[in-house]
């Protein structure tokens, strides 16, 4: 069975900053499309970043050079770290992973599995 499980997310001041996490079970993150999505209240999902098979990151223009991901493949676990964090920042974060070596940020449901999301809450 895949499980995908993220933690990392809580209450943090605008310019601060956090580390998601998503530890992969029953799955191995390594060589496969990963990718960070969100989703604000009253709003779409938004794909943020995600990496290919090879490690080759994309960023959703609002987040590049505030957001880093990255996979530690000895751990099945994939992350986000998250700077410079603002208020439109706000939003449940999920990690996905799709059976393909390309990532994506735009077609969300070529993600074949998802965790169950963590919050992530910038306000002072």
């Known amino acids: 069975q895949v499980q995908l499980v993220e933690s990392g997310g809580g209450l943090v001041q605008p310019g601060g900053s956090l580390t998601l996490s998503c530890a992969a079970s029953?799955?191995?993150?390594?060589?496969?499309?990963v990718g960070w999505v969100r989703q604000a209240p009253g709003k779409e999902r938004e794909g943020v970043s995600c990496?290919?098979?090879?490690?080759?990151?994309y960023y959703e223009g609002h987040v590049k050079g505030r957001f880093t991901i990255s996979r530690d493949s000895a751990k099945n676990t994939m992350y986000l770290q998250m700077n410079s964090l603002k208020p439109e920042d706000t939003a449940l974060y999920y990690c996905?992973?799709?059976?393909?070596?390309?990532?994506?940020?735009?077609?969300?449901?070529?993600?074949?599995?998802w965790g169950n999301g963590t919050q992530v809450t910038v306000s002072s």
């Open positions: 996905a992973t799709r059976n393909r070596f390309y990532c994506t940020l735009e077609n969300l449901d070529y993600y074949d599995y």
């Open positions: 029953g799955y191995n993150i390594e060589d496969v499309g």
């Open positions: 990496m290919d098979g090879d490690g080759t990151p």
